[in-house]
């Protein structure tokens, strides 16, 4: 690794629905550019690594510079946690790297809730709360441990989360049909935007989602509209929904000592000023061992603050 001080990092906050990166030169940004999911979970670990090297390849097209010039490539990716599973990423971006004659120099792939851990509190002790597509809290201990709550996926849990209430609309909407629960606008509003669904053949909802003609996530903004709207059972899951993430932090409390807290708050959800992000606000005011900071930089602010650790430890 060169002793120079200005060195070109790309840093990439891979999410469950949106993928953003950057590149930078010392501290000046050179290119940036956005994609759809790289959750391996969503889009399996070859597409999502696929996804990965054509936004490198992206950004250095934007910039006008040779990949063989970055120091270092910081990746995170929402639902990798394991290190076989950061290293499997890892190794094949760069064998697909290597397929098409681009040179990639170091590598490095990781949670992207760490990022967005990095980018809130620059290091120091704290926990971010991460709304969108999924759901998870990530902290760093008073004693310098990370530690985390939720984050399990939708598949097991993801309670709060963009697809957990959008999965809990679906299933308020089959009640409803069924004469199971309540009746909600949701149904007519759902409906709408999707033409293949017809409620006088109430089981086209299952042909479209097995037709993935829509996710969970975007019911999401819908149960918000119709909450806004009073509508009781989309309300009731919009509560509960703070409910469970407000239950992170109560999880969370354990790993610190001090009688504060600090809370940042991120993700799509928060970062739209949803009605759910109004009440969580609101939940953990009610708290007084909580103390709600705003994040000092973003996801991919913590993407290139690791590189750059990344670079100092590689030399």
Request: positive net charge.
């Given at each position: 690794m060169s002793g120079k001080k200005d060195y070109a990092i790309i840093g990439i906050d891979g999410g469950g629905t949106r993928t953003r990166g950057i590149l930078k030169k010392g501290k000046k940004i050179l290119a940036e550019a956005t994609a759809g999911s790289t959750r391996i979970g969503a889009v399996g670990v070859g597409e999502s690594c696929e996804r990965l090297l054509t936004m490198v390849e992206d950004l250095c097209d934007k910039a006008n510079i040779e990949s063989s010039e970055i120091d270092a490539t910081l990746i995170g990716l929402a639902g990798v946690w394991l290190e076989d599973e950061k290293l499997r990423s890892q190794n094949l971006i760069k064998t697909l790297a290597r397929a098409h004659d681009f040179i990639l120099n170091d590598i490095k792939v990781t949670s992207d809730a760490e990022l967005a851990l990095e980018g809130a509190f620059d290091g120091a002790p704290g926990v971010v709360m991460i709304v969108g597509t999924g759901s998870i809290s990530i902290g760093k201990s008073t004693h310098g441990d990370i530690v985390r709550c939720g984050?399990?996926?939708?598949?097991?849990?993801?309670?709060?989360?963009g697809a957990w209430i959008g999965r809990e609309g679906l299933t308020a909407i089959v009640r409803a049909l069924d004469g199971r629960g309540q009746k909600t606008i949701l149904t007519d509003m759902f409906v709408e935007i999707n033409p293949t669904i017809n409620l006088k053949e109430p089981r086209t909802i299952v042909k479209a989602y097995a037709e993935r003609a829509f996710e969970y996530h975007m019911l999401s903004p819908m149960v918000m509209k119709c909450a806004e709207k009073k509508d009781k059972v989309c309300l009731d899951i919009i509560n509960r929904a703070a409910k469970h993430l407000v239950e992170?932090?109560?999880?969370?409390?354990?790993?610190?000592?001090?009688?504060?807290?600090?809370?940042?708050l991120m993700g799509g959800?928060?970062?739209?000023?949803?009605?759910?992000?109004?009440?969580?606000?609101?939940?953990?005011?009610?708290?007084?061992?909580?103390?709600?900071?705003?994040?000092?930089?973003?996801?991919?602010?913590?993407a290139t603050s690791l590189a750059l650790d990344y670079i100092k430890h590689q030399a």
């Open positions: 984050g399990w996926g939708i598949e097991l849990d993801d309670e709060g989360s992170h932090l109560t999880a969370m409390k354990k790993y610190y000592k001090s009688k504060s807290i600090d809370v940042a959800i928060i970062e739209s000023d949803t009605l759910l992000a109004k009440k969580i606000k609101a939940e953990i005011k009610k708290k007084k061992i909580y103390n709600l900071v705003a994040p000092k930089g973003s996801a991919l602010a913590g």
